[in-house]
């Protein structure tokens, strides 16, 4: 939501520290240490339980060969695995608080920690070569290669009575301590800065660093300096990369100012920074704290997982996906065959009357504020925040890339930057941003909330209830047949229960991969959005490209900024933008407002994706999804679906459909089965059905339960479907996802 929130804590509540070391192992908070007061500092632990907010103090049980660590202030506390790893650090040698005689630590202790909660104790790991100098106020952080399993800490910069610029790694499982050979430019000597790792990169930003023009390491006695200076080691490589620079201007305020003492923490592939102070060692009574909130998109997202249908009607979807983490919003594109209105008098073929049927199963994608016009910047890319969080950049002009090879990778060697900046104003001019694979860099609003679509899930429980959502729809074949998947209500004979959301998995009954859809297609297009009321911002159109030797057209649909679409338009571009965006890198388009809209058309059939957006531009998009339009005349899909669980047998009903279309003659339900043809092919469910009459609920045995597939596709769960028959036959059914727990999926 962007919002600051103060959470009520209770428990070992522990005084307040500065300079403390800070760990977070799922839902727990380690600190370790820290200055209580000036003076006086402490080796005091403490747990936080954030899922309860309760604090407790822990007792680690002392080393078998050494001493615990004495109480310290600016050391690292780092994470890996089931380990705590502490080093450095300042001391006062003096038993009188006000008598602060400094002492830099080099010491090194692992912290083991127990499951969920508490810790077992500290030990002194016996190392091999030489030890990093005494420092504190340095940054240490864990990185393991993918190809190679040996986990390295890595320590960089700190303070001696100098600052340090000085890199070291230990090989974890070999406890051996070397200094590794850098390429490129160092960063100046620094401390009280922040190192994060996002995927093979350790990003060090801001901290205090010599006053000098040359960089040089300053005396004890010599004048420093807050930084703005931000770089990357790549540790793969071990080659150094400048992204800002300690002396380049920023006299619109687009970067994040210098600063010291802030705290940084990554967020998948998004760096958040906060607050800090700027200042000089002459001018202590004039420094600056800041307040500001940035983060930094290191590349561009990830592909979403396929779009999925809630509802389907003779002219629109309701479609879904799963939610990406930390970006601003979602290009969903639609490709049409040539759409050929449904012939009065042909009926729909519904779901087979047999007692088994089988359909493909389906795959099943965050947002952040706007952004304003874009301005040209040297090295980097930012967004100023607003105070409003509005549906997505307003103004984003995206180098659009369907080739998925370039999913996930970044180029930031010769970066090619933009700066974009947020303000408080709604605005919907378009300008933008260009896309690039290289790391941008944005302010986050935190003033007002944001609210996104949460998924949830149904567990095999006694207790349990789901909120229904619209009913889902989805084209099992390509024939008429439709199928629609809902939440699900579980009620048991208690009063109690807990409200969650469905855990929509889609079945669909095409799943191609991007890659095979499309061989060679590389459009790019200026993306124009506006704020709306709709449930998303705005739509732009699409530059394809020719694929393979027919001519494959994407359509925008629109730019969304939760994970949801009504969809019953699309844009159309004229032929003659068609062909220039074809052959022209950067050709311009049409204001999306000028452009046609084309109506869906009942008993169509068309293909959908999506790719998210984040600073950096457009990602790769998903795999494709094809959904067919209703045909008039036949029943909606039941609705309101409600499993009630007994002992040995459960309670399924619905409601009629909301638009039956004549008299309802049947329903029918329909239970997943194991069979061979799942062992082939995991995706192509088969069903059986358990039920057909009038009445709107049935009694599912256990015997029938029994038999049942646990599909796996999204969280474990049974499916089922329902539908409702009237005189032309069958219309979609839906199609629900009852989840189960672990030890009961495995039981079954």
């Known amino acids: 939501t962007n919002?600051?929130?103060?959470?009520?804590?209770?428990?070992?509540?522990?005084?307040?520290?500065?300079?403390?070391?800070?760990?977070?192992?799922?839902?727990?908070?380690?600190?370790?240490?820290?200055?209580?007061?000036?003076?006086?500092?402490?080796?005091?632990?403490?747990?936080?339980?954030?899922?309860?907010?309760?604090?407790?103090?822990?007792?680690?049980?002392a080393p078998s060969n050494g001493s615990p660590p004495c109480p310290r202030l600016g050391h690292s506390f780092s994470l890996y695995g089931n380990k705590c790893y502490l080093f450095g650090g300042l001391a006062n040698e003096s038993e009188d608080s006000n008598n602060n005689v400094p002492r830099y630590l080099n010491d090194f202790y692992e912290l083991e920690l127990q499951h969920g909660s508490g810790v077992v104790g500290w030990s002194i790991p016996v190392t091999k070569g030489i030890l990093p100098s005494p420092r504190e106020s340095h940054t240490a952080i864990v990185y393991c290669r993918k190809d190679v399993g040996s986990p390295k800490m890595y320590i960089f910069g700190g303070m001696c009575g100098c600052r340090l610029n000085d890199l070291w790694e230990l090989d974890i499982e070999t406890m051996t301590w070397s200094r590794p050979e850098t390429k490129g430019t160092v960063p100046l000597p620094r401390s009280l800065h922040t190192a994060n790792v996002i995927g093979n990169k350790m990003y060090v930003f801001g901290g205090w660093v010599p006053q000098s023009a040359g960089g040089e390491i300053s005396a004890p006695d010599g004048e420093w300096k807050c930084t703005g200076s931000f770089s990357y080691l790549n540790l793969d490589t071990t080659e150094w990369i400048g992204l800002i620079s300690d002396c380049q201007e920023d006299k619109s305020n687009l970067l994040p100012g210098p600063r010291a003492g802030h705290c940084a923490v990554a967020v998948g592939t998004r760096l958040y920074i906060w607050s800090g102070r700027d200042g000089y060692r002459k001018a202590w009574n004039n420094q600056v704290c800041c307040k500001d909130l940035w983060y930094l998109d290191t590349e561009r997202p990830l592909a979403p997982s396929q779009v999925q249908l809630i509802r389907a009607t003779t002219n629109s979807f309701q479609l879904k996906w799963d939610e990406v983490p930390t970006v601003e919003g979602y290009l969903l594109q639609l490709h049409a065959d040539p759409p050929v209105p449904p012939m009065a008098g042909i009926p729909g073929t519904g779901l087979p009357e047999t007692s088994v049927l089988s359909s493909q199963g389906g795959c099943s994608l965050h947002q952040s504020p706007q952004s304003l016009p874009s301005i040209p910047y040297p090295e980097m890319k930012m967004d100023h925040p607003s105070q409003t969080n509005n549906l997505i950049p307003n103004n984003v002009q995206v180098s659009l890339s369907s080739n998925s090879k370039a999913e996930g990778k970044e180029k930031v060697a010769a970066p090619e930057h933009k700066v974009t900046q947020e303000t408080s104003k709604n605005h919907t001019d378009a300008t933008g941003f260009k896309e690039s694979n290289a790391p941008s860099l944005l302010p986050v609003c935190t003033s007002s909330a944001q609210t996104s679509a949460n998924v949830g899930e149904l567990h095999d429980s006694d207790k349990q209830t789901v909120n229904p959502d619209a009913s889902v729809s989805s084209t099992v074949s390509s024939t008429q047949t439709m199928v629609t998947q809902q939440a699900v209500k579980t009620e048991s004979s208690s009063t109690n229960g807990a409200i969650v959301k469905d855990e929509t998995s889609l079945t669909t009954f095409n799943s191609k991969s991007e890659a095979a859809e499309t061989a060679h297609v590389t459009p790019s297009t200026r993306v124009n959005t506006g704020q709306t009321n709709d449930s998303h911002s705005s739509r732009a159109p699409q530059r394809p490209a020719p694929v393979k030797a027919r001519d494959r057209r994407w359509y925008d649909v629109g730019i969304f900024k939760n994970n949801s679409a009504v969809v019953s338009q699309f844009y159309l571009l004229p032929e003659e933008t068609l062909n220039i965006n074809s052959k022209m890198e950067g050709a311009d388009?049409?204001?999306?407002?000028?452009?046609?809209?084309?109506?869906l058309f009942p008993g169509t059939v068309y293909r959908f994706r999506v790719a998210a957006i984040n600073g950096c531009g457009v990602g790769p998009f998903s795999k494709i999804s094809e959904f067919k339009t209703c045909i008039p005349g036949f029943p909606g899909a039941p609705s309101t679906v409600k499993i009630t669980k007994s002992v040995d047998c459960i309670h399924l009903s619905w409601e009629p459909p909301a638009s039956p279309s004549g008299n309802i003659l049947e329903y029918s339900a329909y239970l997943a089965i194991r069979s061979t043809q799942l062992q082939e092919n995991p995706s192509q469910l088969v069903f059986m059905r358990i039920y057909?009459?009038?009445?709107?609920?049935?009694?599912?045995?256990?015997?029938?339960?029994?038999?049942?597939?646990?599909?796996?596709?999204?969280?474990?769960?049974?499916?089922?479907?329902?539908?409702?028959?009237?005189?032309?036959?069958?219309?979609?059914?839906?199609?629900?996802?009852?989840?189960?727990d672990m030890k009961t999926s495995g039981s079954k």
């Open 3 to 61: 919002q600051w929130f103060l959470p009520a804590v209770r428990g070992d509540i522990p005084p307040g520290c500065a300079a403390h070391g800070f760990v977070c192992d799922g839902t727990r908070i380690l600190v370790f240490g820290g200055m209580v007061e000036y003076g006086r500092y402490s080796n005091d632990l403490y747990e936080l339980q954030a899922s309860r907010w309760l604090w407790k103090k822990v007792k680690p049980q």
């Open 589 to 599: 388009v049409p204001d999306y407002r000028l452009l046609k809209k084309q109506d």
């Open 692 to 740: 057909c009459g009038l009445k709107t609920s049935c009694i599912v045995t256990a015997a029938q339960l029994s038999n049942a597939h646990v599909d796996y596709s999204s969280r474990p769960a049974i499916v089922f479907r329902i539908s409702a028959k009237n005189e032309r036959g069958y219309g979609p059914a839906t199609q629900v996802r009852w989840l189960q």
